[in-house]
């Protein structure tokens, strides 16, 4: 990811810091969309939408445009990347697993996949983002300079590993927490070793068809985006350069989901009260640890600003920032996309604005 995606991705995270617990109030739609055009002014987004659930109400809203050549809008349902919000969807297959017995999740990854990373580094550790492996989307470059002698390369799902079994492990596993993609990539390959089908596919017949998620896919080496959306922009010899269209195989398991802000909704309303997990699963689902203090199994268990919890996933990839959060009873829920533009503006006071409003 480029230094201003992970600027912006990061903006969201360090949101959540608050420890006075307030009750919150009806949200106000105006300064949600205050925010969304905030986020537009300072040149951090081309386009933004995001659906908002407050209670029995629902609304969503917009801002900017869905090309800089066009002042056509931003679809209010468009598709868009939405990076490690992918993970979730990932996580939840393979508790859908360990839920049958077929897997176990404190097992061993080399007992399913032999020889693939250190034998001490167990399914659950991947999960939680404990197993050590080294992050091997830190060896590429995601920036729209970097990315754009690359950015149509397929790649596997082994050459991602290799990248970072390459490398020592960076801690002991079970030790420490650090984000790392190669971890959800390695699980992808889990969900294939024990299903017997392709990763997209095993998604597709366990969590989208059963949700009707119509407007979801895991697009492989597809470089487009099917379906009404936004695009995004980078500065590439100095020069604009439309970035929306790339090999999302880099990604794979980790992050290459293209979506809606309406089957999100509906993925982690159904996920959160329990519709695709058995019980003991679930409860592992948001199960943190002193060593994972913030962060489940393929989930972010996080404290709004006021202190309120709110549990979901953001994502970014070149392009495209996006975030998806719950409070645990689901009466407060938002899912927001943001098309990336060539401004240096900071993004924090907008995204400040819109979390506080929907959560506080």
């Known amino acids: 990811m480029g230094k201003r995606l992970l600027a912006t991705t990061a903006a969201l995270c360090l949101l959540f810091t608050g420890t006075a617990v307030a009750e919150p109030r009806q949200v106000d739609r105006r300064i949600v969309q205050e925010g969304l055009d ?3 002014a300072v040149g951090v987004a081309t386009g933004t939408q995001v659906h908002v659930t407050d209670g029995r109400t629902r609304f969503s809203a917009r801002s900017g445009t869905a090309e800089n050549t066009s002042s056509r809008p931003v679809p209010l349902n468009g ?3 939405a990076g490690s919000i992918t993970k979730t969807f990932t996580s939840t297959v393979v508790l859908q697993l360990a839920g049958e017995g077929r897997i176990e999740l404190d097992a061993p990854v080399d007992r399913y996949l032999p020889g693939l990373v250190d034998r001490r580094i167990t399914v659950r550790q991947l999960l939680q983002m404990t197993a050590g492996l080294f992050n091997y989307t830190n060896a590429l470059k995601f920036d729209p300079q970097g990315f754009e002698p690359d950015r ?8 991602l590993v290799a990248i970072s079994t390459a490398r020592p492990l960076d801690f002991e596993p079970g030790t420490r927490w650090n984000y790392s993609n190669t971890n959800y990539v390695v699980l ?10 392709s990763y997209e596919r095993a998604v597709e017949q366990r969590v989208l068809k ?4 119509t407007e979801t896919r895991f697009p492989g080496d597809d470089v487009e985006i099917r379906g009404p959306h936004a695009h995004s922009y980078g500065i590439v010899d100095g020069r604009t350069v439309d ?4 090999n999302p195989s880099v990604f794979w398991a980790a992050g290459d989901v293209i979506t809606t802000t309406r089957d999100l909704d509906t993925f982690y309303g159904a996920l959160l009260t329990g519709k695709l997990l058995k019980p003991a699963q679930q409860a592992e689902l948001t199960k943190t640890t002193a060593v994972s203090t913030d962060y489940g199994l393929g989930i972010f268990v996080d404290k709004a600003p006021c202190g309120v919890t709110i549990i979901g996933h953001t994502g970014g990839v070149p392009g ?9 009873d689901l ?13 240096t503006g900071d993004p924090t006071p907008a995204y400040g604005k819109l979390i506080n409003e929907i959560f506080c």
């Open 243 to 246: 970035t929306t269209r790339f």
């Open 331 to 343: 009466k407060r829920r938002v899912e927001l996309s943001i098309s990336a533009g060539v401004g």
């Open 320 to 328: 495209f920032a996006s975030y998806a959060y719950s409070t645990p």
């Open 38 to 40: 905030e986020l537009v």
């Open 188 to 197: 992808g390959l889990l969900i294939e070793k024990t299903t017997g089908r």
């Open 152 to 159: 149509f390369q397929s790649w596997t799902p082994e050459q």
């Open 79 to 81: 598709r868009f990347r």
């Open 210 to 213: 059963p949700l009707r998620l």
